[in-house]
């Protein structure tokens, strides 16, 4: 079996789970931030927070960054292995090399990507629950939080965070009578529970080579 620089991570918990605290810093700094515009208003501390634009911009440049250092390693893993140089050049084509760096450590990242930005892109949509549009930076936090579930995560970040959201408006509408409100509260809610139980559910649902 061809040796894999995931295996061989797997005995260094700082690499291996540097995506995982990674994801939770920034959600926490975006939740915190978020928190404090609603219950401290014009404080001076609210300059601080993380603008969904930027957790944006740092997350997709730390994905593939972190892609990147990935294919490194594993191309110098089977350079110096007596088994694995026989997949790289001058004994094979680079294309092998590309082909298994690109499934086993860029498809997921990019599936996050496209699909995030597709769901972005739908919840723009001007008759989506009955709003004329999303406010720029709401729709930019769901775009975040999207990226943040990454793939397959958000198999289960998407179907909970509608539920919430219908029971949500629901509520809004019926009981308090408002008519517009955040989506922030039923999407951070589901992306927790995606972030600390998705990996479970998508196990129990055998949905594991998603």
Do not use: D
Not at 11 to 38: C, D, E, R
Not at 127 to 148: D, I, N, Q
């Amino acid at each position: 079996m061809l040796e894999s620089i995931v295996s061989s991570i797997a005995s260094w918990p700082p690499l291996i789970y540097l995506p995982t605290i990674i994801i939770a810093i920034i959600a926490l700094v975006f939740i915190a931030g978020s928190s404090l515009k609603i219950f401290c208003p014009g404080r001076k501390i609210c300059r601080l927070t993380l603008h969904p634009k930027a957790a944006v911009i740092i997350f997709i440049a730390f994905t593939f960054l972190y892609a990147a250092l990935l294919t490194w390693l594993q191309y110098w893993t089977w350079h110096f292995s007596a088994f694995g140089k026989y997949f790289l050049p001058p004994y094979a084509e680079i294309n092998y090399f590309i082909s298994y760096s690109f499934f086993h450590f860029w498809i997921n990242s990019l599936m996050g990507l496209v699909v995030s930005f597709l769901l972005y892109l739908t919840f723009l949509s001007p008759k989506l629950l009955r709003r004329k549009t999303l406010e720029k930076e709401e729709a930019l936090s769901l775009f975040l939080f999207f990226l943040l579930s990454s793939w397959p995560g958000l198999i289960i970040t998407v179907p909970i965070f509608l539920l919430l959201a219908v029971v949500y408006y629901a509520f809004l509408i019926f009981v308090l009578k408002k008519k517009n409100a955040s989506l922030l509260p039923p999407l951070i809610v589901s992306f927790i529970i995606s972030f600390f139980f998705g990996a479970e559910i998508i196990y129990r649902l055998a949905l594991p080579s998603l």
